[in-house]
């Protein structure tokens, strides 16, 4: 077989049953057929503007038909796609250009006029390339142009010419130095784990996939990668309706939804405010969720509710993928259990390492997790250092070239060989599903004009996660408010990393060593905004 | 002050400070540009509440409720009857 990448997916799905449905989006469906000509047309497209193998194109797109297109045209250029969070602040779009040093940007006709018009002139940035046949719109600094007078015909399959060690597409998360890191994963990264899932998940033709997560969320890889393998449809959720509990329930009854993936509090609303008995929530089959912790009450709720659905916690990160998962059996009756991460998924291997550098073989001993696979991704784009701290050497192979991917995340084992969760080794943080470098908050709280110093500390919540609140401490040179603070964090911070609450104390407290106290502060938070 | 108004307050003033009032349109969605998320609506909610005494049903919690401050304050003022 000649190399096998991502779009080869699609291409393969659509050769056999180019009639079935690929995408289902407010009412509308797009076929297989429509889907691998529309994003084979765009591809020839890029080519002709001349994306290379190998270069990064930007991609900025809600839940759309037009996004899947370019996503796989990009790929089928021989590129990668560099997805942007389409709400973040425009200034943080500006840093991941750079960062990549990306020629070509897609994106929606509906965010078009904000990024076109607020984008940096002076990139590298040469052509934004807008869905739709036409566009109005123009620029200094880089061409725009729409889909419509790029794409060529489709007639011609263009062939990326790579290997599957190239990058299929880069994922930025939080940097702790105030850029943003990207995880760059090749095709084989993502296809070790697609390719396993469609398995061990039992995927096929006739199941129908939510696709809940935004693109730039590594979440979003499972929903319409696996999907694709095995011709199954995808129903693209609106963004908007992922607050709105009941509207979710309506959305799995109305499309019969049987495969559902998204972060763990998502279906805590459904439990809670879901409405669930109003609706026929009986497709579902298996039910995936993962980023935090969902309460054992909820997952009683949900389990009486879809009966059918087999319930799985799973674990992973962007750099090496979901790589553990937990199949719900029976729930205890203490409503006080914590679901296990559980044990390594198939192409998986993982380990935990203690202080002392020794594997742990005994229950309860805590350890950093290690991931052995071909998934951990190629590493940090143009970031040999970080590469190097967190993808290693394999301790029992030193000789070889594969490296191992250290998640910082500390484990412990039960008795039935399961991993727990314990904490994290530095200060790493996850909310609503993302994690973030606290220092990446601080860093920007510490640059606005006034500000000595400021720390973040976090409140444990049911829902979200870990809520974000900030102290700061003034330098006294002019006065400023909370919400001061708060708007500069908007202005640079995707919203998820923004702090809820900002606390202005000066000075801070310290320990003896003369620290801030970070734990005194976040013990007062949690007495003051904990529940 | 007219309802739009106090809510459209409360928004750029405790929700989303960055958002300058004079540029959020009554007409605006909400949803779709991020200014409320799933924490942010819960605390929007709690306000209509103490505000208008205005108890937001699970049936009403909708995105046509929600889309725009003139959504908001047409459901507000349809409560208070």
Known sequence: MTVYLLPHLLRDSAARHPERTALIFKGDKLSYGELESRSAALAAGLVELGVAPGDRVGTVFDKSFDALVALFAVMRSGACYVPIDPVAPTSRADKIVRNTDMKVLLCSKDRAPKFVAELDPQTTLEHVVVSGETTELSAEGFAVKAFGAVAGDGAALVEPGITDTYPAYILHTSGSTGMPKGVALSHLNALTFVNMAADYWQATADDVFVSHAPFHFDLSVFDFYVAFKVGAAVALLPESYSIFPKKLCEYIDKHGITVWNSVSSVLTLIAERGKMDAYDLGSMRAIIFSGEVLPLKYLRQLKAKMPKAGFFNVYGQTEANSSMCYPVGELPADDGWKTPIGKALPNFEVFAVDGEGNKVSAPGVEGELYVRSSTPALGYWRDPERTAERFVVDPDRPWASTRLYATGDLVKMDAEGNFLFVGRKDHLVKSRGYRIEIGEIELAMNAVDGVQQGVIVTVPDDLIGNRIIAWVELDGSREVEPNDIIAYCRERLPHYMVPEIVEIETPLPKTSTMKIDRKGLQARSIETHGK | ?81
Not at chain 2, 19 to 36: H, R
Not at chain 2, 53 to 60: F, I, K, P
């Open chain 2, 1 to 81: 002050m007219a309802v739009a108004d106090t809510i459209k307050t409360y928004i750029t003033t405790e929700l989303a400070p960055d958002l300058d009032a004079s540029k959020l349109a009554n007409d605006q969605s909400l949803l779709t540009t991020g200014v409320l998320d799933s924490l942010r609506i819960v605390k929007l909610i709690a306000f209509l509440d103490d505000e208008f005494g205005v108890e937001v049903t699970d049936d009403e919690f909708d995105p046509d409720n929600f889309e725009t401050i003139d959504a908001i304050a047409k459901l507000v003022e349809e409560k208070k009857g």
